[in-house]
């Protein structure tokens, strides 16, 4: 088994910036990649970014492109998720993801653990 540890939401301002970071334990030698996903109130989960294991491939929805930046620190065993010029429509709960498939995956269905969510809230 894999368990994933997300951390690093809270509430920001309008234009500010938060790191949320994921920890993985357990058996994670047949993860092949890591993703963020968000889901909004009363809304479905999506797909923000991905990371395959090596780092060499990445993936972000349009909606995050440009603003947020996914990347990994293999020595300390984290994903990290940078945002940055945060809007109140990134309001949501996010969720670190991974998944024994490879390249990048971005729908749910592709991922085989799931951490218990982080709540990112932006005031306008």
């Known amino acids: 088994q894999v368990q994933l540890v997300e951390s690093g939401g809270g509430l920001v301002q309008a234009g500010g910036s938060l790191r949320l970071s994921c920890a993985p334990s357990g058996r994670t030698s047949g993860i092949h990649a890591t993703g963020w996903f968000r889901q909004p109130p009363g809304e479905e989960r999506e797909f923000v970014a991905a990371?395959?294991?090596?780092?060499?491939?990445?993936h972000y929805a349009d909606s995050v492109k440009g603003r947020f930046t996914i990347s990994r620190d293999d020595a300390k065993n984290v994903v990290y998720l940078q945002m940055n010029s945060l809007e109140p429509e990134d309001t949501a709960v996010y969720f670190c993801?991974?998944?024994?498939?490879?390249?990048?995956?971005?729908?749910?269905?592709?991922?085989?653990?799931w951490g218990q969510g982080t709540q990112v809230t932006v005031s306008s």
């Open positions: 990371i395959n294991w090596s780092g060499e491939h990445i």
């Open positions: 993801a991974a998944s024994r498939f490879g390249g990048t995956p971005k729908v749910v269905i592709d991922y085989h653990y």
